[in-house]
Structures are given as C-alpha cells and as structure tokens.
C-alpha cells in the first residue's frame, strides 16, 4: 500500500454551516487507483465533506491533492485540477438536455470539441440508456438515469479523482448493484480514483479498497474492508449484518 | 387592411422593444433569482450615453455599439459591486437596492442631460431630439398593401429579430450560452463541473444591460425624443411580457414582449373610446393579473414558480 | 463595550424618560401650528402626509414580508374618494375618511390576492403596475364625468365661510379656524389626528397576539401551513388593511382644495417616495416611518433650489454644482444602496445602536412585552420571496 502515491490527504479538516460546526478535524487519505468509502448514518456529516472538499463551502484545516495545497482554492480550480465531485440525489441540469448536460461536464477541458465529442460517444456506450435519451430534458429521466447522467457528467471532465456523494440514495437496489459495478469497472479499467461516501454499507464494501467510518464528525475506525468486516462491534454497530 | 397594417408594425416594433427589456429581466432572473427593477433605467442611462456619443459627433451605428459597452459594464459592475454581496443579506436588501439604483440612475440622467426627475409620463421633462438608427424622414416609408410603413419600423424590426437570433445562438451554441443555462438550471452543479458561477452571473447583468441599452436607442428613435420617463413604460411593459413569457423562459419573453406590442397597439387603436392612450398600460396590467390567476408560470416558464 | 448606564423597563428611569419625550412631543405639536411659520406648518404636514403612508407600508413589510410599490394608487383612492364624495354628493370631507379606508381596503385585497398567491417578486410587480395605471385610469375619458380626467377636480376640501363654527378656547385657537382666515394649522391637526390613528393601529396590531401569530407566519410558512392558516387570505387582509390606511392621508390631500391624476403623490413617484421614507427611518420599525418622513421632508426642502450653484452651502458646492437638478432623489437613491450595506434597519435601527450603547435597557422578565417582533432577531427583515428559483 505505501509504494502508491497519495492522491488526495486531508489534515484535521472542518467545516459547517455558519455557526454550525459539522465535520471535526477529519484526516484521510485517498491513494492512486483506490475506491475509498467513507461510511457514515445520517446527519454524520458526510455530505458536508464532500463539500469541504470539493470547496462549495468554507473550510479549516489542510487538504492537498498531488502533492499541492487545495486549501484556498475555489470549486472551479478544484475541478480544473482534477477533483470532480458528484452531487447527492439529482444533481443534474433538469432543464438542459442529457447531451447539453454531457457537454457542461466537459465545461474546464480545453481539448477541443473533437476530444469532448468522442468521450461523449465513450460515456454513451457505457451508458446506453443515456444514448437513447440524449436529446430528452435531464428532469424527464428516471432517478437511476439522472444519477448515471451525473456520473457521465462528472467523467467528462476526465477527473483524476471522483467524489461520489449517496449515489445510492433513493435507487433500488437492483439500479445500486448496476452502479456500483460500472464504479467498480471505471476504477479497474481506467485506474479512477474514488472517493464515495455512504450509508449503504453492503454494496461499497464489495469495491472499497479502503473504508473509513464516520461518526458525527469524526473518523472513528479506519481500514481495508476485509479489516473492518471482520471487526464484530465494528460490523455489528455499522455495518448491519 | 391598412390601418390594420400599420397597427401590426407599429405594434411588432414596439414589442420587440419590450421583448428586449424583458430578455434582460429574463437573463437576470435565471441566474440570481432577483426582479432588477432598475434594468429599464440602466438602458435609458445609456441610452443618453448614446446620445450624448451622437452630439459629439461620433457616428450613430458606432456610439450605439459604444453605448452597448457602457450597458455592459455598468450592469456588470452593479452585479459583482453591488448586487453580490447584498444578496447574501436577503432578497428584501437586494429588492430595495434595485430600486435605489433605479432612483439614482433616473437622477444622474436628469442632473447631467436635464429634465424632471424620476418616471411620470413625461409630463414637463425636458425632451431630447434623438438621432435614428434608420431613415426616419416623413418620406421614408414603404408601400404594402396600400399602408406606408415606416422604414424606422420596419428597421427596428428587423434588427431585433437579429439580435435575438444572435442571441438565441450565444444561449445554445457557445461555451458562456451553455454556462449561463447550466447556472440557471443548478447552481451549485454548475459550480461542481468548474463554471465560475460569479463570472457567468457578472456577464449576465452586463449582457442584459447591454441589450437593454439597444432597446433604449431603438425606442428613442421609435419615439423620436428622449425623457427621464422613457424607459419606465416599457419597464412596466416589459415585466408583464416576461410574467406572460414565464419568468425563466428567454423565448417567452421574445413572445411575451411582442404580443404585448401588438395587444396594446390593437387595442388603443381598434378601441380607442375603451382603451386610447391612457389606458395601453391597463392592458400590461391586466395581463399580469390574468396570467397570475391562470397560469402563474406564464405561457413558457417552468412551473417552479411556486405557490406559497 | 460596556454601556454607561442601565435602565430596568418599567421602571421610574424608564417612566421618567417616556414622560420627558412624551411632554416634548406634546410641546413641538403645539409650537408648531401656534408659532410656527405658515410654511414650516405646510412642511409639517407633508412630513405627515408622508408619515401616514410609510407607516402603512410598513405595516404590510412588518406583517407579510412583502413590499408595495402600488400604494401611492391607494393614497390616489383615498383623495379621489374624498374629492368625489365632496365634489359630487357635497358631503362633509371628513365623512368621506371612512368610504375611503372602505374602498381602499377591498381594491388592496382584491388586488394582491393573485399575487400573494404566488412566491416571488410578483406582488411587487402587480402593485408596481398598479401604481402606473391608476393615474392613467383616472383620466381615462370613459369615467371623465366623476374623476375630471386629467384636468382633475377643485373644491374637494372644506368650505370655509363666515358661518362656520370656530371651536375657539378662551378666544385662543391653536387648531386654526374654519371661517377661512387661518387654515394651516386645521390640515396639520388632521394629518396629526390620521397619523395617530394609523400609529395605533400599527402599534395594536404589532403588540397584539393576533400580530405575533402573524409574524410567526410570515417566518415560517410551512408551520402556518400546517396549522391550518388560508396564508394568502391572511395577508390579503393584512395589505387591504395597508391599502386602507394609506388612503386616510390621500384623504388630507383633496381635503386641501384640489387633486389632479399628476400630482406627484399619486403617480408611482409617491410608491418611491413611501418607500424611501420607510427604508430610511427603518423599514420594520415602529418608528421608523416617522423619523423617516422628518428626514425626508427636510431634506427635500432644504435642497430644493440647488439647482442654482450659489444656494448650495460652500462647503457642498463642489459636489453639487455639475447637477442640473435638485439633489435630494440621487441623495435618497444613494441612500437605499448604502443603508442595505450598513445599516438595514435605517435610521431608526442606527439610533438604537448608538443609543445601546450609552444606555442599556433591561427587559422585564419573560412574557412582558417589550421587544418589537417586526424586528426580527436577526436585524434584516426577512422577505418572503426567499430562495433564488435557481436554486431549488
């Protein structure tokens, strides 16, 4: 594990709402090729990492991303030097179309729209259902399809590193297993980083290289997911089964 | 037939004024969400502008374009000075500073080009002769069907018609077009694909001021003169062409606006002891009341216009 | 910072410093129609006039979040009413007070329900149109015959003649005469009289229960929902109620002598100027209509012949003397943008702060009342139209 660089690394990170105070002091590491789940029940404050470091909200502490400080950075730059992060539940551009909403993904590439037009193509054969709604208004799509929309979108910045945010939340199961796969084949296949935060334990630990836990704020155990599945108080209290 | 024409052209031309004005208020709305009641004094603040351009003997096509830029900056300026960091206060403070802006730009217009302040009728203010983008003598006129048409009109139509396709085009086919709905549509996405949302929203309020600014110089030339109550009406005509186009919708505003040219010119003109010219802005007023009761979200608008 | 003294409400302090401002207000209302100029009188009751309208806007911002830009159609009601009650049925001016209030009520409710309705900028919009089209309404040529079209109508006020009684107190009379000899201070007494009237309304409502259950609505929505409150039938009562004041002192103009559709009070140029006086004393404040209007009027009278450079003071000239016309609507604009950066809560708001601290008051214990809920904790009167559709 050491002999892979460090991709992302966060130091004693924090950050609320206002006065409010979410995340204490949070320290992870998300390495080159991983799929790191952070797991966490709801109100732990898992969203509000996402957002710390993706940069949508105020923020305290380090995060360094290749090596570089990301501290002060603005969500634009952040997206420009590689983190893309997907929004919870339906995240997508309602009234733009599924192609419109493909081509914003690519918003901060500069490779010219031949380069844009082929990954869309790339993103269509992996999602063909999206393929087939490419000209329909993003809103129309079923949950599952906004949530593979969101996805593509995230891809087509060619991101180093993903963040995904629940992208289970409010799909069936069968629709999560389906995600999770293609998630798990991105980061096979592509060598993509990912960094996903969720409350359905089950399905993320299947792909997780790494898993941390997270408690009201606070990382509270760490390790590969064979470790923490094998820890009982820990699998009893989180993990469910 | 004739009169019906000129009615027609008089109406479309001063509709596509309004549609202007009310793109404007329309690529505002999307992006922030706020109503800019001062969007039709910024248009008459350049407006003069153009004018003043004109009286130094700058030629109109390019003190137009000049105008336009002045448009563009002081809208743009008023969104990232002003406008931005009021709106993290409330929608009351940012409601308020719009009319503030409104009062203050009608009082620069008056203090430095002259005339009674703030929007009447025009009744009293001092009027300016304002130079015309087409032909605009007596005898420039054109013969359809046996009604004369004014070549101004048919000018002011056309151009228009031009400016909305260009813009149509900037909306659809362009990286800022693109940006601009994707803001629209999702802010906080837009922020987590890279659009820097601060410049997109900037160049909104620039680029509304500045079309705005051409619907001021087009309508002064319809006008022939220029008064500290210009662009009040149209103002008013122009936020009930957006309320019937739906309030989110860019094409709505471009049908709004021109259907109310035309109801409002085909009223005063076939109902002149009903309507006549004190009662055109009954019409606006009208329209906005009946599209709230039936159809809040206008003829166009996404129904996110909520009920309380 | 620690304040240099305490006050305990409701204490003798506290009863001390009320009677000392009460028995100063008593006096300056006094003075000024006793003493003062026929001018300063005529100022003071367009400070009044003004006072009356504010606080009724005020009154709908405080209770539905919402802003009017429509009432200066309302003012025009009230002085149409009155001058056609007068003009036509030859009734005494001040009966008409009630019609008006009437009429002004049910257009304000019938008006704002489709916009209340509906979230979002519309109510300003609607009143906003409805401020342009009510003076265009009454020249229309259709109701010519009651309104006098835009040549408007004379002799709505009082008939002043030898006849009339002269309610004098030991032959001193501070209230004017009504043989037509001494006038002035009459109109002041009546804006004083409306002014008090809409003061108490306000102020009743503001510290009733039925006023706290209403700004609880106005916070929270979704609660009001659920309770079962008709939200727009609500605030439809409470702007019929906003609309109705605001005629009163529309009442007092026709009741001077004449009204025409373009005196400026009636046209949207009196929507700006309510809603300036408002905002500069403090809009969500009691008394911030009040203090506004006093500034307002003062102001506007003492710039009022800048135009010519050699009446601005020397020391402002510099600033003033380029402008072509009077500085006080580019002052006033000027003045809504700063006071949302620096002070949202205008004059009134200002005051307090400066006042804090030198003088703390301790409030009575828990449920007295004593705070202002139109004031909300925050120090920002919230507005209903709260998120930016872009980002739902």
Known sequence: MTSQTTLLNTRFLTAGYGPVTVLHGIDIEVNEGEIVVVLGANGAGKTTLMRAISGTIPRTGNIEFEGRSIKKDSTDAIVRAGIVQVPQGRGTFPELSVADNLLAGAYVRRDGAKAVADDIAKWYSVFPRLQERSTQRAGSLSGGEQQMLAIARALMSRPKLLLCDEPSMGLAPLITRELFNVIGQLNKEEGLSVLLVEQNANLAMHIASRVYLLETGVIVASGSAAELSADDSIRKAYLGF | ??????????????????????????????????????????????????????????????????????????????????????????????????????????????????????????????????PSLFPNNPTDFVTIFGANIKIQSLGVIALVGVLTVALFAIFNHTRLGLAMRAVAANGESAKLVGIRTGRVLMASWGLAAAIGALGGVVFAGISTNVNLGLMFTVFIYASAAATLGGFDSPGGAVVGGLSIGLIQNMAAGYAPKWVGQEMKVGVAFLVILGVLLFRPSGLFGTSRVERV | MKPLFTIKAGGPTSWAVRVVCAAALVYVLLWIPTSGSNSLIDTATTALTLMGAALSLNLLLGFTGQISLGHSAFFGIGAYTTAVCVTRWGWSPLKTLPIAFAVAFVVGALVSLPALRIKGVYLALVTLTLGVVFPQFIKWPKIEWLTGGSRGLTDTGFKFDKNNRT?????????????????????????????????????????????????????????????????????????????????????LTAMKGTVTPDTALLTVIGSITFLIVMVVGGAGTLWGPIIGAIVYQFITEKTGDWVEPDKIPSLLRPFFSWSKTPPAAGIFGLSLVVLMFVAPLGLAGFWKQVVGRVVAVVPKPAGSTTLEPTAPSDGIPTWQPEEPLAEQ
């Open chain 2, 1 to 130: 037939m004739e009169l019906f024409l000129q009615r027609l052209v008089d109406g479309l031309s001063e509709g596509s004024v309004y549609a202007l004005i009310a793109l404007g208020i329309v690529i505002i709305y999307r992006g922030t969400g706020h109503l800019n009641f001062a969007q039709g004094e910024m248009a008459l603040f350049s407006t003069f502008v153009v004018y003043q351009f004109g009286e130094w003997g700058i030629p109109i096509g390019i003190a137009v374009i000049m105008g336009m830029a002045v448009g563009f900056t002081l809208g743009a300026v008023t969104e990232v000075a002003i406008v931005r960091p009021i709106s993290k206060k409330s929608p009351f403070a940012v409601f308020i500073v719009t009319i503030g802006l409104f009062q203050l730009l009608n009082w620069v217009d008056g203090a430095i080009w002259g005339g009674q302040q703030l929007p009447n009728t025009g009744v009293g203010s001092k009027q300016v002769r304002f």
């Open chain 3, 167 to 251: 309610f004098e107190l030991f032959g001193w009379n501070p209230w004017g005469n009504l043989r037509g000899e001494n006038v002035k201070p009459f109109y002041f007494w009546i804006a004083v009289v409306i002014v008090l009237i809409i003061y108490l309304i306000c102020r009743g409502l503001v510290k009733s229960r039925v006023g706290r259950s209403l700004v609880a609505i106005r916070d929270n929505s979704t609660a009001a929902a659920v309770m079962g409150v008709n939200l727009a039938l609500t605030k439809g009562l409470v702007f019929g109620l906003s609309a109705a004041m605001c005629a009163l002192p529309g009442s």
